[in-house]
């Protein structure tokens, strides 16, 4: 399996979307799974505020295990990052790519019912763990 499909996998399976990108990647640079599904927790959802994607931040996470001891490398591969997928799915704000604020619970009910979780959340773990992978 590779990683954007394990990333994918980690999602089906339950985890949210930092977890499930952070994790898929974490082994490759001495980080457990097990940690990595712990630290990027709290991270999904957006910050649960409907933020920063939960797929980005678990992306810029392991950028930041990869460059975070070079202030330039890490700031010019968090710009990339952001850049692409930006430019691939139009934002990385939840909201904004979700088309409804998460944060509240009639976001939460409209995402639900529209199956947004199902659906095009698999697609922002898969775009986000894709570009990490051309960026590592």
């Known amino acids: 399996m590779t990683r954007i499909e394990d990333a994918v996998q980690l999602f089906e399976d339950g985890y949210v ?16 799974k ?7 927790a709290c991270f999904g959802s957006g910050m649960r505020k409907a933020e920063v994607c939960g797929a980005c931040t678990g992306a810029l996470m392991v950028l930041g295990l990869k460059y975070g001891e070079d202030k330039s490398k890490s700031n010019e591969a968090c710009k ?3 850049e692409d997928f930006e430019s691939e799915n139009g934002s990385y704000i939840c909201r904004d790519l979700l088309d409804c604020d998460i944060s509240t619970e009639e976001g939460v009910q409209y995402a639900r019912e529209n199956n947004l979780f199902g659906e095009l959340c698999p697609k922002m773990v898969e775009s986000a763990a894709r570009i990490l992978e051309e960026l590592i």
Not at 17 to 32: I, K, P, R, Y
Not at 34 to 40: D, F, R, T, V
């Open 17 to 32: 979307c930092s977890q499930a990108v952070f994790a898929a990647f974490s082994e490759d640079f001495g980080l457990s």
């Open 34 to 40: 097990e940690q990595a599904l712990k630290i990027g």
């Open 80 to 82: 990339r990052f952001l």
